[in-house]
């Protein structure tokens, strides 16, 4: 049968496999057969998974047996540092090319045990480092609203799949805006967390601190069904944190937000006036909007460049040829060590392990990581100043549009500037998500635009409720 993959939901998909409309397996070959169509073109997965018919089975057994969860038979994509034992997790690094899963991370686990079916690896920059998967060891993923464009990054590929129709939701990582920069320029929304309340364990490392596991998907409703899933404690993850006291009732009929006017400098015009006209609907519909001042904001992008490459440096240490990863051989063990970084790494992972090195190296370690992390307790102090009468940040996710690939690439201080808005959520640890606020145009294309959210530490519930409220208006 025919299943219109365009308007379907978690929800509604449910509902479909429960009465009985369409099976497991018919739903399952639908997104297969959009991969097969697209996947050539787009470059979305790396992989497919090689048990996705033992997964259709369990799934369809399940509803046959009435334990079937809301999540149950929904297909579903992985980016390409997440474990899956048995499966594929390179995190698109040629150093990491054959490598094969032995464990299965925390979120997955947990969605497996739903019954979710996972249909293989998505497209990424390597090891998380970018703002447009141009830096795939594999090629580059494109947005599938403009072929010619990019679909943002880290986790491009993870966006791409659901907007694209090869996935119905996704899971990505967002280390500095790598869940909510390419969700906004794909059209999707996408859900960063509170540091701690979504377990780490089984995603490839790029920065400790930083770095939070999130969903992709079509609405905020159903964003909601797959934290509901994914957030928690987790033994495995000692920086996860019990996610039951966040469960309270903290939504509110009217919300009071924010907006750093001093901080949106460099918007594109066109992004600006989607911008205020979202804002004004907030306004219409009663929510209370202030223009303020958060002066250190503008110090999230030279704080994330220092302390995001400082541990870029120390997390990809192991990828040694000996340990972990390709080896190439050498001569003897320092010449075999140079050429496995060397021909292992791409340029932009060995541009932030080299920056990394170079910020934590004595002399230079107390001029610039010990004044970032300084600089990071100001942010946090003036944010939550704020959060004692204003419940969230409002900001555009991004400031331009999909950009058009090697637009960026080759000047690395503007693709860095593509997470302004986005990083300070990661250096305090808050939730943030992006929401889809309609388009614009760009050289004869209509581009999608994304408005953030960012709410207090463990507000995760309320980040939900608002964007659902706005998605509704």
């Known amino acids: 049968m025919s299943i219109n993959l365009e308007t379907l939901t ?44 033992q997964q259709v089975e369990r799934a369809q057994q399940m509803f046959v047996d009435g334990t079937a969860t809301e999540l149950t038979g929904i297909p579903c994509a992985l ?76 986790s491009g590929g993870s966006a791409a799949a659901v907007s694209a129709h090869m996935a119905l939701f996704s899971l990505g990582t967002d280390t500095g805006g790598s869940i909510r920069q390419p969700a906004a320029l794909c059209g999707n929304v996408g859900f960063k967390t509170t540091y701690g309340g979504v377990s780490r364990y089984g995603a490839i490392a790029m920065g400790s601190s930083l ?12 964003t909601r069904i797959i934290w509901d899933v994914i957030k928690g404690q987790d033994k495995h993850d000692m920086t996860t944190l019990d996610t039951a006291r966040w469960d309270k009732d903290v939504t509110k009929q009217v919300y009071s937000l924010a907006i750093p006017n ?27 909007v202030t223009r303020v001042s958060i002066p250190a904001l503008q110090y999230g992008l030279p704080v994330y460049y220092v302390v995001m490459p400082a541990e870029v440096s120390s997390n990809l240490a192991r990828y040694d040829g000996i340990r972990y990863g390709s080896k190439v051989p050498g001569s003897n063990l320092l010449e075999e060590y140079i050429s496995t970084k060397s021909q292992g ?3 932009e992972s060995k541009r932030r392990i080299m920056l990394g090195t170079y910020v934590l190296s004595a ?23 704020l959060y004692k009468t204003h419940d969230f940040v409002l900001t555009p996710t991004t400031p331009t549009p999909a950009f058009k690939f090697g637009e960026k690439s080759a000047d690395p201080l503007q693709m860095y500037l593509e997470d302004i808005f986005t990083v300070s959520a990661n250096i305090v640890g808050i939730p943030a998500i992006s929401m889809p606020m309609g388009t614009v145009e760009s050289s004869g294309s209509r581009l999608p635009v994304g408005l953030q959210f960012m709410g207090r530490y463990g507000d995760d519930s309320a980040v939900l409720d608002i964007a659902e409220k706005f998605e509704q208006l």
Do not use: C, W
């Open 10 to 53: 978690i929800t509604k998909a449910h509902k479909g496999l429960k009465a009985g409309d369409f099976s497991v397996k018919e739903l399952v070959d639908e997104y297969l057969l959009v991969i097969k169509e697209k996947n050539t073109e787009l470059n979305v997965y790396l992989n497919l998974h090689t048990d996705i018919d």
């Open 79 to 154: 980016k390409a540092n997440l474990m899956r034992k048995g499966q594929v997790a390179n995190a698109s690094s040629k150093i990491l090319e054959n490598y094969t899963a032995t464990y299965t991370a925390t979120v997955v686990k947990r969605l497996e045990d739903q019954g979710v079916v996972f249909l293989g690896a998505t497209n990424m920059d390597e090891f998380a480092m970018g703002s447009s998967t141009e830096n795939s060891a594999f090629g580059p993923t494109k947005n599938p609203h403009d072929t010619e464009r990019v679909p943002g990054g880290s």
């Open 211 to 222: 770095d939070q596991i999130g969903p992709f998907a079509k609405s905020a409703q159903d």
């Open 262 to 288: 001093d901080f949106l400098h460099g918007v594109q015009p066109d992004v600006l006036a989607k911008f205020e006209t979202a804002v004004s609907k907030l306004e219409d519909a009663g929510h209370t």
């Open 345 to 347: 790494f791409g340029a």
């Open 363 to 385: 002399g230079y370690a107390d001029k610039f990581y010990t004044q970032a992390l300084a600089l990071k307790e100001k942010m946090k102090q003036e944010l939550e100043e």
